[in-house]
């Protein structure tokens, strides 16, 4: 069974850094051809944060761009979101995601609080 977990979520001040970890069980490191991060802050839509292709190439957010990494450890199954310069509009529940073209599956973890404080 794929699954998705996420952690390293928690309060900190405006200014500060966090660590976000998405570790994958099964097999969807060999599969899943990108994977992302999503945000979803209260009273908001989910957007995407931060995605990393197979290849390693990245793309992000352009309110996160300079602030955000996101890499993959596929020896480890595990990608990782490094989140600097953190602002309280960064404040919102983050997912992992998972996609597989060719078996047009979607992957999603249950998500990770992240609370900034000014």
């Known amino acids: 069974q794929v699954q998705l977990v996420e952690s390293g979520g928690e309060s900190v001040q405006s200014g500060g850094s966090l660590r976000l970890s998405c570790a994958a069980s099964g097999s969807i490191f060999s599969i899943a051809d990108v994977m992302r991060w999503y945000r979803q802050a209260p009273g908001k839509q989910r957007e995407l944060v931060a995605a990393?292709?197979?290849?390693?190439?990245?793309n992000y957010a352009g309110s996160v761009k300079g602030r955000f990494t996101t890499s993959r450890d596929n020896a480890k199954n595990t990608m990782v979101l490094q989140m600097n310069s953190l602002k309280p509009e960064d404040t919102a529940v983050y997912y992992c995601?998972?996609?597989?073209?060719?078996?047009?599956?979607?992957?999603w973890g249950q998500g990770t609080q992240v609370t900034v404080s000014s």
């Open positions: 995601n998972a996609q597989s073209f060719l078996l047009k599956a979607d992957y």
């Open positions: 990393i292709v197979r290849d390693g190439t990245t």
